[in-house]
C-alpha cells in the first residue's frame, strides 16, 4: 500500500514523547529510508518496495516521521516494514531530517537511508526525456539546481547505509537490484499469482496474462451425478485429473508455468493470473486450477485460486 503522507485516526495527534532517551523495547519494526537525487528513480524504487509488500509513503516531511514512527509502534505489530521517501520536495522542511533521524535513534527504531545517486549527465537527460522543472531550478539552470540539491543532501549521504549510482541503470535493473538488497526471505519467489477458473461460453477474463483451455478434457457436466457438483468435490477432481490426457496437460502445464514465472519476476512483475477455461467453468477447469494453485504453493510461490463461473449456470 502506497500514501502520500501519513496521519493518524481522524481528530488525533500524535505527539513524539518530549525527551525521550531509553530505547523502545517491542515490536521489529523496519523503516527503509529513500532519499536522493531528484531524477535517480525515488518512484520506481518506492513501487518495489510496495510489490515487496512493505507500507510506503511518498514525500513525507521529516517533522512528521516521529509523528509516524509511534503510529508504527502503536499498531502493535501490525505494519513493520515501512519504506518513506524523503526528498528535497520537501522544500525548507527537508532541513528537519537530521533531528527527525534522532529521534528515531532515541527511540531505538532500525532504520536504513537508501540514497540513490547518479551523475550530472545521467540527471540532465532524464529531466530533458521527461521535460520536468527540476524542484530547485524551476527558472533558472537545470545544472545549478543539480549542484544545489547536491550540497543540501551532502548530510543524508555521509550518513546513509546503502549508496546506489543509478547513472547507467534502466528502471528495470535498478528494480532487480532493489529486491535483491530488501527482499525478505518470505517475499523471495517475488510473485503473486492468482489462478482463475472461468467458462468460455460467458466469455474469458480480459485481465489475464495466461490461458489455457481444457474443454478436450473428459467433461463430469454429462454424468448424473457428478453434474450439480463443482471441480471443488473430490469426486469431480478424481473424474477429471484421472485421464491419461489429463496427466499429461498437467504435467506440461506444471513445467510450462514453472519454466515462465522467473522470467516474470525478471522482468519486474509483482502479480501474474492465470486463467484455465472449459465450457461452464464449474468442473473441469475449476478441479484444473485448483491443482495449479497448489502445485505452486508447493514451490514456495504465493498462490490463490479465484473461480469466476463456479455459481453460474
Known amino acids: 500500500m502506497s500514501v502520500r503522507l501519513a496521519a493518524g485516526r481522524t481528530g488525533e495527534v500524535i505527539e513524539p514523547s518530549a525527551g525521550r532517551t531509553e530505547p523502545i523495547v517491542g515490536h521489529d519494526v523496519r523503516i527503509v529510508i529513500i532519499t536522493g537525487l531528484s531524477g ?7 513501487h518495489v518496495f510496495e510489490d515487496l509488500g512493505h507500507f510506503c509513503v511518498d514525500n513525507l516531511p521529516p517533522a512528521l516521521l516521529p509523528r509516524f514512527a509511534e503510529l508504527v509502534l502503536r499498531s502493535e505489530g501490525r505494519v513493520d516494514r515501512i ?30 537511508i537508501l540514497f540513490l545517486d547518479a551523475s550530472d549527465e545521467a540527471l540532465v537527460r532524464r529531466f530533458k526525456e521527461t521535460r520536468r522543472m527540476h524542484p530547485l531550478a524551476p527558472d533558472g539552470s537545470l545544472l545549478d539546481g543539480i549542484h544545489a540539491e547536491r550540497e543540501r543532501l551532502r548530510f543524508v549521504r555521509e550518513r546513509s547505509h546503502r549508496i546506489l549510482d543509478t547513472s547507467d541503470m534502466s528502471v528495470h535493473a535498478l528494480r532487480e537490484e532493489l529486491r535483491q538488497l530488501f527482499q525478505s526471505p518470505s517475499t523471495a519467489v517475488g510473485i503473486k499469482i492468482t489462478v482463475e477458473s472461468f467458462g468460455y461460453k460467458h466469455g474469458v477474463p480480459i485481465d489475464v496474462d495466461l490461458v489455457f483451455d481444457v474443454r478436450f478434457l473428459p467433461n463430469p457436466h454429462y454424468v448424473p451425478r457428478l453434474q450439480p457438483n463443482t471441480g471443488l468435490d473430490p469426486e469431480v477432481r478424481v473424474f477429471v485429473l484421472q485421464s491419461p490426457q489429463a496427466i499429461a496437460f498437467r504435467d506440461r502445464l506444471f513445467d510450462m508455468v514453472e519454466f515462465l514465472l522467473p522470467h516474470f519476476v525478471a522482468e519486474g512483475r509483482s502479480h501474474v493470473t492465470i486463467a484455465i477455461g472449459c465450457t461452464g467453468g464449474q468442473h473441469r477447469s475449476v478441479a484444473m486450477a485448483e491443482i495449479l494453485a497448489d502445485h505452486l504453493r508447493a514451490r514456495g510461490y504465493e498462490s490463490r485460486p479465484r473461480h469466476r463461473d463456479i455459481d453460474r449456470r
Do not use: H, P, T, W
Open 40 to 46: 535517480a528513480g525515488k518512484s520506481n524504487a518506492i
Open 83 to 112: 519504506a518513506i521517501v524523503v526528498d528535497i520536495r520537501s522544500g525548507a522542511f527537508f532541513d528537519d531530517l537530521e533531528a527527525a533521524l534522532r529521534y528515531l535513534d532515541d527511540l531505538g527504531m532500525r532504520y536504513q
